[in-house]
């Protein structure tokens, strides 16, 4: 089994409280992105959110089309309304504990920024999540005694 070490990071004001985060580098259109993701077993996708989504596309990600763009969805249960994701092909990369590579091709989904512009509320505070999609087939310890994050890929990946 292949091991990706992640951290504790302050979601709260509460040292010791902390949610499960991972580095990946996100590679989309032949260039390569460090985003810091927080594992969320409770997301069956992995969402690109505002803040790294606006790093990724520059200025070009508030020319996206979330509402009428055919293979876009809504999500729901982040923040008080209802926005959408479309739908982006890219590979995540993560490095196991031998610093190799493991190559996630897979389908991502970028968040509709609320409010529609560069801002210090709404969904831009809310970290990018590495969902269930992306955790599968592997598995995922989290430990606040040790203070450890780890993801286990299968050898073979």
Excluded: C, K
């Amino acid at each position: 089994m292949r091991r990706v070490h992640g951290w504790l990071g302050a979601e709260s004001n509460d040292p010791d409280d902390g949610a499960p985060f991972v580095g990946v580098r996100l590679t989309y259109d032949a260039a390569s992105y460090s985003v810091d993701f927080m594992i969320d077993t409770g997301s069956d996708a992995t969402i690109l959110m505002p803040e790294d989504a606006h790093w990724v596309f520059d200025d070009h990600y508030f020319e996206m089309d979330f509402r009428s763009h055919p293979e876009s969805v809504p999500l729901q249960g982040i923040g008080e309304r209802e926005i959408y994701m479309t739908p982006l092909e890219a590979t995540l990369v993560l490095t196991d504990d031998t610093d190799s590579p493991i190559e996630l091709a897979q389908r991502i989904w970028i968040a509709e920024p609320l409010p529609d512009y560069r801002s210090e509320e709404g969904n831009w505070l809310v970290p990018s999540l590495f969902g269930r999609d992306a955790i599968r087939p592997g598995e995922f310890e989290l430990s606040y005694v040790n203070r450890t994050v780890t993801l286990i890929r299968p050898e073979n990946e």
